[in-house]
């Protein structure tokens, strides 16, 4: 008889794999990325086109260079998936060096310079965007007016060159409104009254970023722990302060409607990698995120914190592990 | 009698496809006897039994040829034939372990100590116990632990769990046995009542489990021992690990580093209490049992009652219809490779596999752990696998046993789950060796520290009697020395005097 193998139990696997997770969860931001085309013009596919190819070679260049076989890494889908979220998260007009470097910096010093693969201590689409949103404070805040998007002609000359060929500034997100409405001592109510929270096509995001992320969580792919509790951690402050006071404190929905706050919470908080691992361990992950979030938002000097909110709880993750085990069959409860 | 069916008790575990058939079973298949069977003497928790037996003996059917080991848990073992002893491999660190080769010559004849015992419900709990530990009975559901010491709980049991949860894929033994021989397992389960003192016996069988749910109800009812009941359980591996079944069962888990008798429960497997029964009302020891034999080499996947000893080449040859590349001893997730296709079948096995590459479904090629977490839900033991393998990967003996190394029941579930295909069991088990061998080490260590000082203290002892008696000896002095100034002066003198005398006398010469 031919030599038997020696390899030992289990003998079945589930067929999943992280490069399948990878692509399910770069297929599931298709509706997000539409909704922002639809509502900011194809500046968002040219970005995250370029994002991914960005991130990309920078993880081809650093396996070179840290002399790592290619396979099965560069066909991972985690690259590109990176660069994806990240070009989500920057403004539709967004020259092509802030694009490069916000890369640059996932990918090399958030990923790579921590060990790779599934060894980044932070979230390396945060962390690229966050060194973005701390140098270039100006260009982040940069979003067109969603009445009048620009079209493909002026968003490349503005992707190539970075002069100013448009009025990008003139269409500030509903969470910039607030926050500089609310420093002006403006109420809610005439902030609205002005037509600055009109944010329908915000909505339409969230609501397909949602979407992409239900059907993740549907198929398994994550967990439906984070995405909750970075929601319940942000809805639940802003319930309480609006049922305070409804004229200075924005509603839940207008916490959960606008901005990133979807996508966030479905797939950027979800980051395994960068996440708690327990069940417990990612509620509590979320909550804080969902917390940290909305107080960046209420007294932070930024309209929207959920990548520092994100980058702080990366923090805590082992303090979480640690602290969230699940209890040990027949233990005594600790 | 009616069932009772039980809610899934937690998130552990996994839905696994059977692979197995549930309905109606055809007759346990029988494979030719072979000539020449192998009975290995390690099959029992404890260490290798000692053979009783020489080579040249000739033995019958049924007739004792090894005795446990004084170290505990060992079990007495029987020839699976009659025939003569070929060869015994006593304690020896050869492959395959201690073993007695036996000759088959075919007459079948049975020792004449195979004899049941007459009205076993009126016999006393002691004499069954040591009828059952002389029957070579093990626990047949894997883990070959002496049935009798099993039966000889603390006080206090109440009950009797029947485990008839098969719940690993492939496996389908403890299916056709609830099937064919439903009355010997409830029978077994009486004996077992009578041993313990308990007051209930619970037959728990999984759900999917259809036809042997009918077979098993169906003779309750005949038997109508109102101790006795069928309940039902979910489907889930691994529901039939003997502290998964019970926190299914009562919703309460055994303590940590405590036994099942601490929750007044003892639990036997299905097959054990047909071994049971057949030692008892039938006088036979445990020389055979059912396994299940499937997996893409064979033709189709089926049921066998084998000798205890066969090769498992022999049963190869029954059924495989192309060469297996991968033979494994239990089912797909906790079977152990078979590299030796002469190996034989032993009380354990369960279950073989035949397999060659294209089958079950391959690990995807390791990738670093991503932290998904995906293994923490489906854990039963409520270990925190990916930090578990963090603080293998480190060796951090203290840290994994913190984090439930030892608690790991080898399940397999998160390397079933995980998607960077980390081979999670097999570093479990070997952090879980470390740890034993660094505790041996450490037994060693202290045994040898205190043989030291052992020594020392007598080496001391022995110095100290040694300077008490010289000092006994010159206690004399002491008294001169200190008391007897005058008598010392007059003893000086008398010297004084005798050498001078001395002296003068030997001057002339």
Redesign the interface.
């Known amino acids: ?18 490069s ?2 990878m692509r399910d969860v770069l297929l599931a931001l298709i509706p997000v990325t539409a909704a922002l085309t639809w509502l900011h013009g194809p500046g968002i596919l040219l970005n995250v086109a370029f994002a991914c190819c960005c991130c990309w070679l920078f993880e081809v260049c650093m396996l070179r260079i840290r002399g790592r076989a290619l396979q ?1 890494w560069i066909s ?1 889908a985690s690259a590109p998936l990176t660069g994806a979220l990240l070009a989500l998260a920057l403004p539709p007009l967004t020259p092509w060096w802030l694009i490069a470097i916000a890369s640059l910096f996932a990918i090399v010093f958030a990923k790579h310079l921590y060990g ?4 980044n201590v932070f979230n390396p689409a945060m962390t690229g965007y966050a060194v973005l949103l701390i140098s270039f404070p100006a260009a982040m805040a940069a979003w067109p007016d969603p009445a009048n998007p620009p079209d493909l002609a002026a968003t490349l000359s503005y992707f190539v060159t970075g002069t100013q060929a448009i009025d990008a500034s003139s269409g500030a997100t509903p969470l910039d409104a607030v926050s500089t409405g609310l420093k002006q001592m403006q109420t809610l109510p005439e902030l609205r009254a002005t037509g600055t929270l009109a944010s329908a096509g915000w909505v339409w995001v969230n609501l397909m970023a949602a979407a992409g992320g239900l059907a993740l969580v549907l198929r398994r792919t ?2 439906w722990h984070i995405p909750a509790a970075v929601l319940a951690g942000l809805a639940l402050p802003a319930l309480i302060n609006w049922i305070g006071d409804a004229a200075v404190n924005p509603s839940p929905w207008l916490h959960l409607s606008s901005g990133g706050t979807l996508l966030g919470a479905f797939f950027i908080a979800t980051d ?8 417990r ?2 509620l509590i992950y979320g909550l804080g995120i969902g917390i940290l979030t909305y107080v960046i938002r209420t007294w932070g000097a930024y309209p929207d914190g959920f990548a520092f909110a994100v980058l702080t709880m990366n923090l805590a993750v082992p303090l979480i ?1 640690r602290y969230s ?8 409860p600790r | 009698m009616t069932k009772t069916t039980m809610p899934r008790s937690g998130s552990w575990g996994l839905k696994l496809s059977s692979e197995k058939d549930n309905s109606a079973l055809p007759p346990a298949r029988e494979v030719a006897i072979p000539d020449m069977l192998t009975v290995l003497l390690r099959q029992s928790a404890g260490a290798a039994s000692i053979a009783t037996v020489a080579p040249g003996e000739s033995v019958l059917k049924g007739q004792t040829i090894a005795m446990p080991a004084k170290t505990g848990f060992g079990s007495y073992l029987h020839s699976p034939v009659a025939g003569h002893v070929l060869e015994v491999r006593n304690g020896s660190r050869d492959a395959g372990g201690p073993v007695i080769v036996i000759k088959n010559d075919r007459s079948e004849r049975l020792h004449p100590d195979c004899q049941p015992v007459r009205n076993p419900l009126n016999r006393s709990p002691r004499f069954l116990r040591e009828r059952i530990a002389a029957g070579g009975i093990v626990g047949l559901g894997g883990a070959l632990f002496p049935t009798e010491v099993k039966l000889n709980p603390a006080p206090g049991i109440k009950t009797l769990i029947i485990n008839g949860v098969e719940c690993e894929p492939y496996i389908n033994c403890d299916n056709q046995l609830l099937q064919e021989e439903p009355h010997a397992v409830l029978s077994g389960a009486q004996i077992m009542l009578q041993v313990l003192g308990a007051n209930e016996a619970i037959v728990a069988i999984e759900q999917e489990m259809t036809h042997a749910i009918e077979c098993m109800l169906a003779a309750n009812t005949r038997l109508n021992d109102p101790r006795i009941r069928i309940v039902v359980v979910p489907d889930i591996y691994p529901g039939g690990g003997e502290r998964q079944l019970i926190e299914t069962l009562t919703g309460l888990q055994v303590p940590r580093g405590g036994l099942t008798a601490d929750l007044g429960i003892v639990c036997q497997n299905a097959g054990t209490a047909a071994a049971i029964d057949h030692l008892i009302t039938r006088g036979e020891p445990l020389i055979s049992r059912l396994l299940t034999v499937a997996g893409n080499c064979s033709a189709a996947p089926a049921n066998f009652r084998v000798r205890i000893g066969t090769p498992v080449s022999a049963l190869v040859e029954a059924v495989a219809n192309t060469p297996p590349t991968r033979i494994v001893m239990g089912g797909a997730m906790m079977g152990i490779p078979v590299t030796d296709s002469e190996q034989p079948v032993s009380k354990a096995t369960n279950c073989l596999l035949l397999l060659n590459n294209n089958a079950l479904t391959p690990m995807p090629t390791e990738m670093p752990c991503i932290r998904c977490g995906d293994c923490v839900p489906v854990c039963p033991a409520g270990i925190n696998p990916q930090l578990l393998l963090e603080s293998t990967v480190i060796r951090d003996v203290k840290q994994s046993k913190e984090l439930g190394a030892l608690d790991c029941i080898d399940c397999g579930c998160c390397d079933y789950v995980c998607p960077s295909g980390i081979d999670l069991t097999a570093r479990f088990k070997l952090s879980k060796q470390t740890i034993w061998e660094q505790h041996l080490l450490t037994l060693r260590a202290e045994r040898l520290e205190q043989r030291f000082a052992g020594h020392e203290t007598r080496r001391l002892n022995k110095e100290q009697a040694e300077r008490d008696r010289l000092a006994a000896q010159t206690a004399g002095f002491k008294d001169v020395s200190t008391d007897s100034k005058p008598a010392l002066d007059a003893m000086l003198k008398r010297l004084k005097s005798d050498r001078n005398k001395n002296s003068s006398d030997k001057a002339p010469d």
């Open positions: 008889m031919s030599k038997l193998s020696s390899q030992s139990a289990p003998y079945q696997h589930s067929r999943r794999s992280v399948a997770m099965p991972d790779g693969l599934g060894y994550m967990s395994p990698v960068s996440s708690a691992s327990s069940p361990g990612k592990d085990r699940p209890a040990l069959y027949g233990a005594s």
